[in-house]
């Protein structure tokens, strides 16, 4: 069975870096699309980044040029490379895997928070 643990969050200063990652205890094979999604308070959650099984990626219009999604499929691991951190990026942040047959995953969440 899959599942998904989110690690990496913290407390960073604005400007600062984070690299968040996801262990994957199932199978990388079957998935169509793993992505970073965040929830900040007061707020909908939205799809940060994505990466599909052939490696084409796709960012939240904020966060291009500062945040990089990408996998290690060997290690069964998602990661997200956050520079140039914000404010606003202030959210707990959630793994997310799609699976071909329409299976979805999803991690417990890690909170990132960005400071003045």
């Known amino acids: 069975q899959v599942q998904l643990v989110e690690s990496g969050g913290g407390l960073v200063q604005a400007g600062g870096s984070l690299r968040l990652s996801c262990a994957n205890s199932?199978?990388?094979?079957?998935?169509?699309?793993m992505g970073w999604y965040r929830q900040a308070t007061g707020k909908q959650r939205e799809l940060v980044a994505s990466?599909?099984?052939?490696?084409?990626?796709n960012y939240l219009e904020s966060v291009k040029g500062r945040f990089t999604i990408s996998r290690d499929s060997v290690k069964n691991r998602m990661y997200l490379q956050m520079n140039s951190l914000k404010p606003e990026d202030t959210a707990v942040y959630y793994c997310?895997?799609?699976?071909?047959?329409?299976?979805?995953?999803w991690g417990q969440g890690t909170q990132v928070t960005v400071s003045s």
């Open positions: 199932g199978s990388v094979v079957g998935i169509k699309t």
């Open positions: 990466i599909t099984r052939g490696g084409d990626t």
């Open positions: 997310n895997a799609n699976y071909f047959l329409n299976r979805d995953y």
